[in-house]
């Protein structure tokens, strides 16, 4: 049977996902809501944060025409995730690139686009969701190949073949005015321009492959997906793990799983062209090429993007401490780090200091989604402020990351946003108008965007969309001065009641309710005219035997602001910690009693 290796390339929300399985059940490769994005927090907030494969057989058997197996790989669209997609745009042969009819091309269709041009590879354009009041399929068809020129593409990528789509409802076109029932257009298209992966030369050839994702199997140890570009792999072999760097290792294959459909199913070989899990190499890092022989020629090595951010994870100290994790000491969350790091290659961890551990990611939202794996499976921990890795080269001149930020408002908007991102040292580098919305296009350093998302709806009235991406390293823009917002700290601790809370909500904004347990030094709330506050939460109403006119008025309560790891990492201060367990999301002073703090 033949082989094509694809990978479905996006920016967030533009329905790769929901592409990809809408291909599955039409080829019967998965029923019903068996859907390619199966964690729950992918489920949850409607984003992939995993590249994950998958296969299917078109034509079914018994068609008449030869059946070919499509292996397909489904990334990740958020810029946080990126190393994700450059290495997998490594290991296949063509890609889908997936773009919104209405949004057009947005900051990550520009990250993916340009990897996958740079790396020779010709992509196929699916023009997705065109049953959209507002979309505009030749429009956009137009933006793509702008993009592909802007991003120095030959004349034979820039010839792309497109389809149109609608996702949801499993249907493509060649031209929009075709009536199509399903999504067998796009299914030819790819057999049509996918070139095979398979060839009877090089399956005789010594076995070479290389892993291009990692997993971890609690019975299995570590797990290597991995693409076979020459010979069979099978059960059993003696192979050599070789890299540039480190000695050649030799290792056994002790078991095989091919992909069918979402599931993996345990086979005796493989052959050229397949991208199987392969368990037994304990130490394989991605990149590293597996051969049968010892004087194998090296594949090109995948380098993963390195982190942007850093951050101190500590062990719980709170007043609070151990009442709700089961896993609260520093060996355990030392443990869970090291097993982090067998599979999430874009992590970095310091592991030097007994009690604090230094973790560099790629981004907040990268840091974000560790920390609420780790609440759910029971760990208690607290963090430190997010900050920039900084480089310093032999001179000692300093350059940090600098990102591309795309904004798409209506117009009224726009000035605000433009103030309060100058503030933030971002230049604006273009303005597109459409209608009733501008699209602005700044770059600056990575540390403007820090606490602004939350700030970007509020200006925004949440119809403004923000999205960027990490460019490159450049010198080193100043200070910025980006918190608006100061503390309301707890001097005391005990319950929250309504009548403190009342008094305190025309201060600034809360993020507790009545009942809540607090501590002294717990950060309850931020004040709108940015200095330091502290404040009595459990103070309740004097009674007395007099009445008094206003003293009986009701309590009426704002809701409070819910405190997620998210909104923690963005307005916490570099004096504050966010203390995270399985039940609560705390901003805390470090050093809690204030007296202490004055020292």
Do not use: C
């Amino acid at each position: 049977m033949e082989i094509r290796n694809i990978a479905i390339i996006a920016h967030v929300d533009h329905g790769k996902t929901t592409l990809t399985d809408a291909l599955m059940r039409q080829t019967g490769a998965s029923q019903g809501d068996v859907s390619m994005d199966s964690n729950d927090l992918e489920q949850e907030r409607g984003i992939t944060i995993y590249a994950k494969n998958a296969s299917l057989v078109y034509p079914a058997s018994g068609s008449g025409r030869e059946s070919t197996k499509i292996n397909i790989v489904d990334t990740p669209g958020h810029a946080d995730f990126g190393s994700e997609v450059e290495r997998v745009l490594r290991s296949i042969d063509s890609v889908l690139l997936v773009v919104d009819a209405q949004e057009g091309p947005m900051p990550q269709t520009r990250f993916v686009l340009k990897k996958s041009l740079e790396l020779g590879l010709k992509p196929m354009v699916v023009i997705n969701k065109i049953d959209k009041p507002a979309a505009d399929p030749g429009r956009v068809e137009e933006q793509v190949l702008e993009l592909f020129w802007e991003l120095g593409a030959t004349d034979e990528q820039s010839n792309f073949p497109v389809i149109y789509a609608i996702g949801r409802d499993g249907i493509a076109k060649k031209k929009l005015t075709d009536d199509s029932k399903d999504l067998t257009p796009l299914l030819e298209m790819i057999l049509a321009h996918v070139p095979p992966a398979s060839s009877s030369a090089l399956t005789q050839k010594p076995l070479r492959a290389q892993p291009f994702n990692l997993g971890y199997d609690n019975f299995l140890g570590r797990l290597a997906i991995v693409r076979i570009y020459e010979g069979v792999i099978k059960v059993g072999d003696k192979v050599y793990i070789k890299n540039a760097e480190k000695e050649d290792r030799q290792a056994r294959i002790t078991k095989l799983f091919s992909f069918k459909g979402l599931e993996r199913v345990e086979v005796a070989q493989a052959s050229t062209g397949d991208i199987v899990l392969v368990a037994g190499l304990e130490d394989i890092d991605i990149g590293e090429t597996i051969s049968s022989e010892e004087v194998a020629e090296l594949l090109p090595h995948i380098a993963v993007d390195e982190p942007t951010i850093a951050l101190n994870f500590l062990v719980n100290n709170s007043p609070f401490a151990g009442r709700e994790g089961k896993f609260v000491t520093s060996r355990q969350i030392r443990d869970r780090l090291k097993r982090e790091l067998e599979v999430n290659v874009g992590l970095d961890v310091d592991f030097s200091q007994a009690e604090i551990f230094k973790v560099s990611g790629r981004g907040e939202l990268h840091v974000a989604i560790l920390l609420e794996n780790l609440r759910r499976e029971g760990f208690e921990l607290q963090v430190s402020q997010p900050q920039v890795i900084f480089h310093v080269d032999k001179q000692g001149n300093k350059s940090e990351p600098f990102e591309e930020v795309v904004v798409d408002t209506p117009q009224i908007y726009q000035g605000t946003i433009i103030e309060r991102l100058g503030q933030r040292k971002m230049f604006l580098k273009d303005i597109k108008t459409h209608s009733q919305s501008v699209r602005l296009i700044f770059e600056g350093p990575t540390r403007g965007l820090f606490g602004y998302h939350s700030q970007f709806v509020l200006d925004t009235k949440g119809e403004g969309i923000i999205a960027s991406r990490f460019i490159e390293f450049r010198p080193f823009a100043g200070e910025i001065q980006k918190r608006i917002e100061g503390s309301m700290i707890s001097m005391i601790g005990g319950k929250a009641l309504g009548f403190a809370l009342d008094n305190l909500q025309d201060r600034g904004t809360l993020y507790i309710k009545p009942g809540v347990e607090v501590y002294e030094g717990m950060v309850i709330g931020n004040t709108a005219k940015g200095e330091e506050m502290y404040v009595n939460p459990t103070k309740g109403k004097q009674l007395t035997n007099m009445r008094a006119s206003g003293s009986d008025e009701a309590i009426n309560l704002t809701p409070p602001f819910e405190l997620t790891i998210e909104h923690g990492l963005e307005v916490m201060s570099e004096d504050e910690y966010l203390e995270i367990t399985p039940k609560s999301v705390r901003l805390r002073k470090q050093t809690l009693a204030k007296n202490m703090r004055n020292k």
